[in-house]
């Protein structure tokens, strides 16, 4: 257990709703990050917020946003869902804002849209 | 354009001997490289790094070999164990403070054979 939750496990939605993915990170964890797996791909960076700040971003659509709360969870948002969307979605957390400090993944929310 | 390649989507081996995973990378501009482990319905795990000032880490039956000329780096697991069957993603990090980003391979999925 990487003291990293994910909520929910499985989402099952249909082409242009919006759903939420919530992540907790470890305690103390300052540091959030979400990462994409698609079909046989492998994680793709979507954004990182340290303590309550947007810090890197990578290629995330424009019809997806995120942000992290002043208790330090953080929620991604995914809206206007197309078929492509459908992926592992995971969340990480770590103390600081550098990635040479480990990342501790969570077990990720399986997002099927129909 | 995939900056992170490892080009064996699988490896079979047999128990107690080594396994040798690969990774390939294009950026001149990573410079700190990690493996991560997943088992199926779990996140990521951080196994090993390697900054690009060392050319090898050990750390128990894991090494980690970074050639910067070659652009590669190998993971090698010995004695391989039945525990170690799992996907293996390797992910690299550019030098770019305040945009740090990890990108990830592909994956390799390591089955040891008893």
């Known amino acids: 257990d990487s003291g990293v939750t994910q909520t929910p496990k499985h989402l099952i939605t249909a082409t242009g709703q919006r759903v939420t993915l919530r992540c907790s990170p470890r305690s103390g964890d300052l540091s959030v990050y979400w990462y994409q797996q698609s079909l046989d791909q492998g994680l793709q960076f979507l954004i990182q917020y340290y303590n309550g700040e947007e810090r890197a971003k990578g290629n995330i659509l424009e019809r997806f946003s995120a942000q992290q709360f002043p208790d330090l969870h953080s929620e991604l948002n995914l809206s206007s869902l197309e078929l492509g969307d459908s992926a592992l979605y995971f969340c990480?957390?770590?103390?600081?804002?550098?990635?040479?400090?480990?990342?501790?993944f969570g077990p990720g929310t399986r997002l099927t849209v129909l | 354009d995939q900056q992170v390649k490892q080009n064996s989507p699988s490896l079979s081996v047999q128990e107690g001997r080594i396994s040798i995973l690969n990774c390939d990378y294009t950026?001149?501009?990573?410079?700190?490289f990690l493996w991560y482990k997943k088992y199926p319905a779990e996140g990521p795990t951080f196994l090993i790094s390697?900054?690009?000032?060392?050319d090898k880490n050990e750390d128990g039956r894991f090494t980690v070999f970074l050639n910067k000329s070659a652009k590669h780096l190998s993971l090698h697991i010995v004695p391989s164990q039945p525990g170690d069957s799992a996907v293996y993603f390797c992910a690299a990090n550019p030098y770019d403070f305040g945009n740090e980003k990890l990108t990830f391979g592909t994956g390799t999925r390591l089955t040891i054979i008893p």
């Open positions: 390697i900054s690009s000032i060392k």
């Open positions: 950026n001149s501009m990573f410079d700190y």
């Open positions: 990480a957390s770590s103390q600081r804002d550098t990635v040479a400090d480990t990342q501790y």
